[in-house]
């Protein structure tokens, strides 16, 4: 699934022509095309179909793992899910077998939501914040400081890697920079939040940066078929590295299931000792 450094990267290739694309911002929707019905979320799609065509794309950004675009007066989101993508073709093109929406937009171009799996989601909202109230703070954020970030694994009794992996308690982090920011801090995947030290809790929260800000920097991860683009997987720590050595005591990197996602981790520079608080 893509995560926060992927969808931005979308984002800005979308917003400013990125990734051999050209931008849409500014441009005008001239029709919809719902392709396959469940894609779209809400409205119903003859309203969807009504409301959307004539709309500006004034911006777009992103909310967590969500693709923002901001019409008048309405807002268009994606969520891509597991295999998602969007993506920027003249509208002569043949339609490709996993195209479930189309838009076409000024200049002749289309952007199309490809999604083989089917799990993406499009919503069109005259108030987003109905869809992302749920969502936990940006990780980018300053105003997520690192008291506040304390205070918040303190207020939570759960284990690491499934809190950070909420969307509720950090919008973005999935399974790959959770890992990843998880060894760069030095804290076991199974250790419980509200026994992470003042100290610790300011590692994490700078880990979670760092990753984060260095999968930007490297277009995200192309780790299979879904996303394409980014060569952050040459970087990995610890991610899909099971027993390849840990780059920083080369000690054998180990792999277990948490709440059903595979979790990678240095059995040594991540040892299971709660810190004192």
Known sequence: M??????????????EGGRGGLALV???IQAAH???RRTLAEPEPGEFERRIVGQPIHEIGRR??????????????????MSGDLRIEAQSALLAPHHRLTLDVDGDLRLAFNDPRKFGRAWLSADPSNILSKLGPEP????????????????????LKPLLLDQSFIAGSGNIYTDEALHLAGLHPLQPANTVSTAGAARLWQSIRTVLQDGIHRQGASIDWVYRGGDFQNYFRVYQRTGQPCPVCGTAVARMVVGQ???HFCPVCQPFLPESI
């Open 140 to 159: 980018l954020d300053d105003t997520l400081s690192p008291p506040e970030f304390y205070s918040r694994l303190h207020a939570a009794r759960r284990q």
């Open 34 to 36: 719902l392709l396959w």
């Open 26 to 28: 500014g441009r005008r």
């Open 261 to 263: 996602r595979g979790t």
């Open 64 to 81: 967590g793992k969500f693709l923002v675009f901001t019409l008048e007066p309405d807002t268009l989101l994606f969520h891509l899910r």
């Open 2 to 15: 893509p995560e926060l450094p992927e969808v931005e990267t979308i984002a800005r290739a979308l917003r």
